[in-house]
């Protein structure tokens, strides 16, 4: 099937763009990046914007960079440029992990990390990560600029706070405590699909004890849920497995799983507790401080 006809807008700054998103706020607009979901939804009628605003244009939101305790990534920058970026090796080895999860090499190449968070598909394994990290969303429009946090960015599926007039055109991550240690699996169909169930874990912790601990889990609500039962369970305790055991299970008590076509909650529940100890562990472990 091919897409219903649209009016194509290829603007050459961010200005134009923004003042084409105002001028068709009223309009079905939307912004084309790396095309890997919209182009789809198009061809398959699930969606038939009016007017198509390319960004492909606007080199200057591809980057990753340093900013004082954060690093900061461009919406229109490519997965792969994000996975295998220095900075993003050294300081978010978390996000760096969960993208080798993340769809084939090719869908990576021309993918973005705006249009992923902004296409928000609650099993996407990047919204996960950026919700256990506490990241920030940098959005702009003719009328200003505001940053909102992840648990106001991500508000259901396929849902975020970003309106139709306004483009998303900065990430900024918070770098984690330097005794950290990380750990991001998941269970999909085949590699490379979206996840069923996914967890990013993010520990620190000095002489056995846990200092904080950052955690979400993909694919069993809504959005990225942030695992913070499983979270207080584990801050001040002191490293063991009946600690990462009962900090699991305090949180899966605290979910409400559900049935989908051909994958019973009881399944979803299963993969995320088991999954949720795994991580916790080998989180534990590259922290070094497991007794
Ligand atoms: C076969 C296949 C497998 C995949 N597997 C996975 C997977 O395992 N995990 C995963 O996370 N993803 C997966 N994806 C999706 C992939 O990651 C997409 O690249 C991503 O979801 C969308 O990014 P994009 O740049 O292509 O955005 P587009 O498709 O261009 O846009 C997506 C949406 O975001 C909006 N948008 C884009 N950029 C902005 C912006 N800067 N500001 C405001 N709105 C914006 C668009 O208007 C549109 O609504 C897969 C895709 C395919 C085709």
Partial sequence: MKPAPFDYR???????????????RDDDAKILAGGQSLVPMMNFRMAQPTVIID???????????????????????????VMHHLLVRIHLPLLAMAYENVAHHTIRNRGTIGGNVVHADAASEVPAVLT??????????????????????FLGVFTTAVETHELLVEIRIPRPNARAGVSFEEVSLRKGDFAIVS????????DGQIES???????????????????QALVGASLSDDVIQAAAAAQIDAISFFDAPGLSAAYRRDTAKALLERNIRAAAARAGRMN
């Fill in 10 to 24: 290829r603007p050459a700054t961010k200005a134009e763009a923004l003042r084409l998103l105002s001028d068709h």
């Fill in 213 to 231: 601990a950052r955690i979400a889990i993909g694919g069993v609500e809504e959005r990225a849920l942030r695992a913070e039962a499983a979270e």
């Fill in 132 to 153: 256990a990290l506490d990241a920030e969303f940098v959005i702009e429009s003719t009328e200003g600029v505001r940053v909102v946090g992840a648990d106001d960015f």
């Fill in 55 to 81: 960004i492909n244009r606007l080199s200057d939101l591809a980057f990753v960079e340093e900013r004082g305790e954060c690093i900061a990534i461009g919406a229109l920058t490519r997965h792969n440029d």
């Fill in 199 to 206: 967890v990013a874990v993010e520990i620190a912790a000095d």
